[in-house]
């Protein structure tokens, strides 16, 4: 990406709390990885207030890393590409179907952007998604490829292969909750550039039958806790699989955005 040179890694990694190693191998990628899930919110503001956020680079550093905001996938893939490129590592950008609940792939569109990464001397490439809101996204990228199962950060995935009408292989990355394997979203390897992004977002961000411009919807990640705020409702979900939920008032939202999600309006 050409405004890759416009990044300014020492912030990024900063905000992030980052301050191992800046190598473009496995490991460096792992930890950026899961400091960046960890640090900036999953959150969709902007659209459920009636405007698309802004991809461009600059916004988006004014945002997530210089404002501590959040944002959903587009902002937070794009500025994790950014990023991974700064590094050294090679990045491709993917559209995933999420199937979350879906009876089938082909009916959810493509609307989630995902990454396929490559590192210098290694032949395994990896799924990487800093972005995707739901307690079964990925913390850390786990390899592309099917036949095991992944420990990402005492998450559980794995990837399997689904038939389709396509040319291209479909790919399914699914979750463990405790019960069984949940399908999360589905995608091919063709890539996806920039345009396709401003296009998605712009539908995604601003359709009144978007679920993100419908409800509020904020969750933040730790290594103890994943915390969501879904329209009223706090839902906090602890490491051992407990749920705890509650209704929470209008007035005490702005509140509860700082002090759960460190994000300050």
């Known amino acids: 990406m050409s405004d890759t040179l416009e990044f300014d890694l020492d912030v990024y990694l900063g905000r992030i709390g ?16 899961l400091a960046h899930s960890c640090a900036i919110p999953f959150e969709n503001l902007d659209p459920v207030s009636g405007r698309a956020p802004s991809l461009d680079l600059g916004d988006l550093m004014a945002k997530l890393v210089h404002g501590r905001r959040g944002g959903y996938c587009y902002e937070h893939n794009t500025l994790f590409r950014h990023a991974l490129e700064a590094l050294g590592f090679r990045v491709t950008g993917l559209a995933a179907r999420v199937v979350l609940g879906a009876d089938r792939p082909e009916s959810r569109p493509r609307t989630h952007m995902t990454l396929l990464v490559h590192a210098p001397g290694d032949q395994q ?34 990837l399997v292969h689904a038939p389709h009408h396509g040319p291209l292989e479909l790919w399914v990355l699914e979750a463990h909750d405790g019960k069984g394997w949940e399908q999360q979203y589905a995608f091919t390897l063709d890539p ?45 979900t602890l490491a051992d699989g407990t749920v ?22």
């Open 192 to 236: 996806f550039e920039k345009p396709d992004y401003e296009v998605f977002n712009w539908h995604v961000g601003t359709n009144p039958r978007s679920p993100f411009t419908q409800s509020r919807y904020v969750q933040r990640v730790t290594a103890e806790r994943h915390v969501l705020l879904h329209g009223n409702v706090l839902t906090e």
């Open 244 to 265: 705890s939920a509650r209704e929470v008032v209008d007035e005490d939202i702005e509140r509860l955005l700082k002090e759960e999600f460190g994000i300050e309006l």
């Open 125 to 158: 490439p990896y799924l990487a998604d800093v972005g995707f809101g739901a307690i079964g996204a990925l913390l850390e990228p786990v390899p592309l490829k099917t036949g095991g199962e992944f420990h990402d950060a005492g998450r559980r995935h794995r």
């Open 18 to 33: 980052w301050a191992g190693e800046r190598r473009a191998d496995r490991g460096t990628l792992r930890g950026v990885h």
